[in-house]
């Protein structure tokens, strides 16, 4: 997959005809999150997402339609994750490169402009965290002490979080 992100619900598509982007709605699946620790926002996209699965289905006036107003409609996507397959559906992982057909543009002319991802900190990633990297990270932090020693001293004694 090399450094490719999986797409998920929100993600910011734009057609090569159209003049505006619109958001991604995942309407295949409703139980296959990704990056999303709530576990309720940020559904897994696949190539089974077709028909009018954006969040206002336009990308404002077509190009291919002397301006008049987009009517977004995906028939096919291309480029998916062929080692990722969603129970719930049977549909391949899309990645960030991947692209759709609409029947009014033409084959792979919406894009992914941004995959949908956003990283989310947790109380359990702090806790997870090097202390040395996190004193290195964020020095203006105020840190909680460990039996009132100094974290900054250089003793082995570590910050809790």
């Excluded at 797409?7 to 139980?31: I, R, Y």
């Excluded at 998916?80 to 490169?97: F, M, Q, R, S, V």
């Excluded at 806790?127 to 900054?152: H, Q, R, S, T, W």
Aim: hydrophobic share 30%; aromatic share 6%.
């Amino acid at each position: 997959m090399s450094e490719k992100h999986l797409v998920c619900q929100g993600a910011l598509c734009k057609c090569n005809f159209g003049t505006t982007p619109d958001k991604l709605k995942v309407l295949t699946q409703s139980k296959r999150y990704i990056n999303d620790k709530e576990g309720s926002k940020k559904l897994i996209a696949t190539h089974k997402d077709l028909g009018k699965t954006f969040e206002k289905n336009t990308f404002g006036s077509c190009a291919k339609m002397n301006n008049n107003p987009c009517q977004a409609v995906v028939t096919e996507w291309s480029g998916y994750y062929e080692k990722i397959t969603i129970e719930d559906n049977g549909g391949k992982a899309l990645l960030e490169d991947s692209k759709a057909t609409c029947p009014v543009g033409s084959k792979d002319c919406i894009t992914i402009i941004d995959h949908g991802q956003k990283c989310e900190v947790s109380s359990q990633n702090l806790k997870n965290a090097d202390p040395e990297v996190m004193v290195e990270l964020c020095p203006f932090f105020n840190l909680v002490e460990e039996d009132g020693l100094d974290p900054y001293a250089g003793d082995d004694t570590y910050v809790t979080l």
